[in-house]
């Protein structure tokens, strides 16, 4: 649940296995955090509600016996929740669904733990967190994270929080089962995206072996700072000086000689700016955040944003614009909902019923954007004689 890390790790492990792609490349960054509180937003208490709403349709599916009216019961009272949307129902049947589905086929039936604590401190010091799902069908552990978040879709491929989870999962299960093979699965169902990966027991354990000096000196605060895309969720990541340097290190190309750069040059620009904005970002919310405390930032102050108007009350506006001789017409626009808008407004099966499978939708290709060469998806060229096309 990367984009809801309150809710993965209740209590919170210092290696949690939600940061662990930080503090397995960062290791001195987790003692660094330590000088930093807690914090939350609203969109992460908005994940944590769409969880509880998840697990309390997997208890009732997969371990708890629960009547109707209980069920009802629990779900009337989170939808009373400030933050609740209607979406959120649908968004965990389709957690629930893919859940379903992956049980339904197993020859018998299979193991189901909900919203287990797990300890995998053998690899990692003190390591413990807290998994959505664990299914142990035959000789297969399954590891499926429900993440709410629509910022980015993340990858199951090799995942070091779901692995920290299967390795918690098979020091407490392994005795009792034959696991030979593991399934992850990361479930994002708005942004429509199911990532799945499988791996050997073996694999697995081997890459836990490999990780433990590593988490040792994480635990320790030892090692290098390593900036990077890791930094985003880190609590030092506005004032972080290794982060800084590293963006300071682009004035290393002003002793470039000549006056163009090369396409070789570009990419090594590209590579160490690529997250500048976000830690400028980053710079900007921490500035402000002391100037409003009254602390001196060297050059800045915080100053009053520009306001917005509204109505005090739009239906008594209108009436009186209306008997002053403004036609109705005037006060209200007639927009057609956008293709997005209107699957989240009929749900995706009735969309796909009334819009897709009849043809009155096309999807098209999207703009060309740049991505690291590591990005998965396929590199494209466009041919010179499609250009004016394209345009």
């Known amino acids: 649940m990367s984009g809801n890390i309150a809710h993965s790790e209740r209590s919170h492990a210092l290696l949690s296995a939600s940061a662990s792609k930080r503090w397995l490349t960062c290791t001195p960054s987790v003692r660094l955090e330590e000088q930093f509180p807690e914090s939350t937003s609203v969109y992460a208490e908005e994940g944590t ?21 209980t069920f009802t019961r629990r779900l009337n ?4 929740h400030e933050l ?15 859940l379903k589905e992956l049980t339904i086929g197993m020859p018998s039936l299979p193991y189901v733990a909900v919203e287990k604590r797990l300890n995998y401190s053998a690899y990692a010091p003190e390591g ?36 920290l989870y299967a390795l918690g999962a098979y020091q407490e299960y392994g005795f009792l089962y034959p696991i030979k093979n593991v399934h992850l699965a990361i ?19 081997a890459w836990g072996e490999e990780i433990k000096p590593i988490a040792k000196k994480a635990f320790n605060g030892e090692g290098e700072f390593v900036p990077g895309e890791h930094c985003k969720f880190c609590k030092a990541k506005a004032q972080c000086r290794a982060r800084a340097e590293e963006f300071s290190a682009l004035a290393d190309f002003t002793a470039l000689k000549p006056p163009l750069l090369s396409n070789e040059e570009v990419g090594q620009m590209l ?26 930032i060297a050059g800045w102050k915080a100053v009053e944003g520009r306001g917005t108007r509204n109505y005090v009350d ?42 897709e499978d009849p043809g009155l939708v096309v999807k098209t290709s999207g703009k060309p954007t740049l991505a690291p060469a590591g990005d998965k998806r396929p590199a494209v060229t466009l041919n010179p004689d499609a250009s004016e096309d394209f345009k």
């Open 128 to 163: 413990f967190g807290t998994v959505d799902c664990l299914i142990i069908g035959g000789e297969t552990l399954y590891i499926t994270d429900f993440k709410y978040g629509k910022g980015v879709a993340v990858d199951a491929e090799d995942n070091p929080q779901m692995k």
């Open 49 to 69: 509600l769409a969880h509880e709403i998840a697990e309390l349709k997997l208890r009732k599916q997969f371990t708890e016996p629960m009547g109707k009216s």
């Open 77 to 80: 009272k989170m939808k009373k």
């Open 84 to 98: 609740f949307q209607d979406e959120m129902l649908r968004h965990t049947d389709t957690y629930l669904d893919y």
């Open 314 to 355: 739009i239906d008594k506006a209108f009436d009186y614009l209306r008997v002053n001789g403004i036609d109705e017409a005037v006060l209200y626009e007639r927009v057609p909902l956008t293709v997005p808008k209107l699957e989240k407004e009929l749900g995706k099966k009735e969309y796909k019923s009334l819009l």
């Open 187 to 205: 479930i994002q169902p708005r942004l429509d995206s199911i990532s799945e990966y499988e791996l050997s027991l073996k694999d697995l354990l």
């Open 271 to 296: 590579e160490k700016g690529q997250h500048i904005e976000a830690w400028i970002k980053a710079l900007k919310e921490y500035a402000l955040t002391e100037a409003l405390k009254g602390n001196e």
